[in-house]
């Protein structure tokens, strides 16, 4: 792939990621024991879309979707050929809707943060098969910027009102990754847990949307595409791309640097 190419995926990557950022299972050709020895770092910007995700409720039976996106920063320390461990910093930006009480809710931009591993379990070097379990936290406390009351179509003024929203996240996915020519595609299943805190008052009146996600267990595929950069920066690229379903259908995006 000559410069012009490599300047033109670095380009493209950042259009796609300028509203939305993210949390990906993917990017498991990270851990590659025949370059751990020359590898012992990767910083990574990870770009998430959300366009649903179904809301169990806590105190109710009603339709719940959460939707939205995240942005991450990540950077990953290989520990020896089999384990990584990897912490993120960025921020999230996420809507929540109650479609039977007809109650919208946006937040603002928060703070978002996360950590967790990924362990090489098996290899194969002859078919370049690789299972890999990956284990992350992953969670934020944002402000709500608007309530919107569907029905009446009354917006609240947030600011006159009492409010706390945060959510965490807990999620294992179980991995299995072929060589296919340049390209590293995988397919998973992934278990997770999605815990959120949603209440406000308004005019005396206690809303409380707090809830899990209804769907656990999910199918995670997708493809890492090594690179060289040349001669625009030093270290190895990689280019992840990671969709999500069943438990959410969200789609990922990400560009990695290997030091």
Not at 26 to 41: F, I, L, R, S
Not at 169 to 194: C, D, E, M, W
Request: charged residues 20%.
């Amino acid at each position: 792939m000559n410069r012009f190419l490599k300047v033109l995926v670095v380009g493209v990557f950042l259009v796609i990621a300028a509203p939305s950022w993210a949390i990906m299972s993917g990017n498991p050709v990270g851990v590659m024991k025949e370059e751990a020895e020359h590898n012992q770092g990767q910083l990574s910007l990870e770009t998430n879309f959300i366009f649903e995700s179904d809301i169990s409720p806590d105190n109710s039976d009603n339709n719940q979707t959460e939707e939205g996106q995240w942005v991450f920063l990540k950077g990953t320390v290989n520990v020896n050929d089999f384990l990584d461990f990897y912490v993120r910093l960025g921020t999230s930006h996420l809507e929540h809707k109650d479609t039977t009480a007809d109650i919208e809710e946006k937040m603002e931009w928060g703070f978002a943060f996360g950590g967790g591993f990924m362990l090489r379990l098996y290899e194969y070097e002859p078919w370049g098969f690789k299972l890999i379990l990956d284990g992350q936290y992953y969670g934020t406390c944002p402000d709500i910027e608007e309530v919107k009351f569907v029905a009446d179509g009354s917006t609240v003024d947030i600011y006159s009102a009492s409010y706390k929203y945060k959510e965490n996240n807990i999620q294992t996915s179980l991995l299995s990754q072929l060589k296919a020519g340049p390209f590293f595609p995988y397919i998973g299943v992934t278990f997770a847990h999605r815990e959120i805190s949603n209440k406000f008052t308004v005019n005396s009146v206690e809303y409380d949307l707090s809830g899990e996600n209804k769907n656990k267990v999910g199918i995670t595929a997708g493809f890492d595409f090594p690179f060289d950069w040349e001669d625009i920066i030093s270290g190895t690229g990689i280019l992840s791309v990671e969709g999500r379903f069943f438990d959410e259908f969200g789609v990922s995006v990400g560009l990695t640097n290997r030091f």
